[in-house]
């Protein structure tokens, strides 16, 4: 996905799929196991929070680190994260929803988002941008890549979910982000996180979404294909 001078950021399925441990007492996975080998990254200086599909953004630093991870967390119901500081390992996970990775170099603040439906249409990336930017992050300069997720040729949804869309995006925005299909619905994610991030003050041309679909691509796991406890992982990294 990302890599810079400044950062370096990616997606995978590990090998196993399993990023989450059934208690916070029990070891580390082995995908994360083998993923701070590959980075070369302790596990210590790794974060996840503990999901929800909401829109609670939080900023992070060393002491967080670990968190999810090799000990428990106090990132509780956490959808977003951003730091001002080198060496850590933001991660979240996902199987279907999409992961937002943020990053302004010139103000050295990165972040990192797991958006699903429910979150594209909230607070979560106007959270973001403002803990971005109590950091020293310049809207305008802030780079976006929206990593892979479910296409929205795979993403069928229901009417309720255009109605919540309905409460925040106008009647031609909706036209770019639903589509109709003999007589199905389906939800174009990337075109609604794009509307969002624009809202923020964030430019067109500082926006990258990736091309890669969970569903479509079967070396990744994902939720609406069937795939149940296993998930995709998210991570980016501020280079020291």
Same mark, same amino acid.
């Given at each position: 996905?990302?890599?810079?001078?400044?950062?370096?950021?990616?997606?995978?399925?590990?090998?196993?799929?399993?990023?989450?441990?059934?208690?916070?007492?029990?070891?580390?996975?082995?995908?994360?196991?083998?993923?701070?080998?590959?980075?070369?990254?302790?596990?210590? #200086?790794?974060?996840?929070?503990?999901?929800?599909?909401?829109?609670?953004?939080?900023?992070?630093?060393?002491?967080?680190?670990?968190?999810?991870?090799?000990?428990?967390?106090?990132?509780?119901?956490?959808?977003?994260?951003?730091?001002?500081?080198?060496?850590?390992?933001?991660?979240?996970?996902?199987?279907?929803?999409?992961?937002?990775?943020?990053?302004?170099?010139?103000?050295?603040?990165?972040?990192?988002?797991?958006?699903?439906? #429910?979150?594209?249409?909230?607070?979560?990336?106007?959270?973001?941008?403002?803990?971005?930017?109590?950091?020293?992050?310049?809207?305008?300069?802030?780079?976006?890549?929206?990593?892979?997720?479910?296409?929205?040729?795979?993403?069928?949804?229901?009417?309720?979910?255009?109605?919540?869309?309905?409460?925040?995006?106008?009647?031609?925005?909706?036209?770019?982000?639903?589509?109709?299909?003999?007589?199905?619905?389906?939800?174009?994610?990337?075109?609604?996180?794009?509307?969002?991030?624009?809202?923020?003050?964030?430019?067109?041309?500082?926006?990258?979404?990736?091309?890669?679909?969970?569903?479509?691509?079967?070396?990744?796991?994902?939720?609406?294909?069937?795939?149940?406890?296993?998930?995709?992982?998210?991570?980016?990294?501020?280079?020291?």
């Amino acid at each position: 996905m990302i890599d810079s001078d400044f950062a370096l950021a990616g997606f995978t399925s590990g090998k196993e799929g399993i990023w989450s441990r059934n208690e916070p007492s029990d070891p580390p996975t082995n995908d994360y196991t083998a993923l701070s080998k590959k980075l070369e990254m302790p596990l210590s #200086r790794f974060i996840r929070p503990y999901q929800a599909g909401g829109d609670k953004v939080e900023i992070v630093g060393s002491e967080h680190g670990g968190s999810g991870v090799i000990k428990d967390n106090d990132l509780r119901k956490v959808d977003g994260l951003i730091t001002a500081e080198k060496g850590l390992v933001l991660s979240i996970i996902a199987a279907d929803c999409v992961p937002v990775y943020l990053v302004d170099e010139k103000a050295e603040v990165i972040g990192l988002l797991h958006c699903g439906w #429910r979150s594209a249409a909230g607070m979560l990336i106007h959270n973001a941008v403002e803990r971005m930017k109590k950091l020293g992050a310049v809207p305008s300069d802030i780079q976006i890549i929206i990593g892979p997720h479910i296409c929205a040729d795979c993403y069928e949804v229901g009417e309720e979910v255009r109605d919540e869309y309905a409460k925040v995006f106008a009647p031609e925005e909706l036209e770019r982000v639903f589509q109709q299909r003999e007589g199905r619905l389906y939800l174009n994610l990337t075109q609604a996180i794009r509307l969002k991030l624009t809202s923020e003050g964030i430019s067109c041309k500082n926006i990258c979404a990736a091309s890669g679909c969970t569903c479509h691509d079967t070396t990744y796991y994902s939720y609406r294909r069937g795939d149940r406890g296993k998930q995709n992982l998210a991570y980016i990294i501020m280079k020291e």
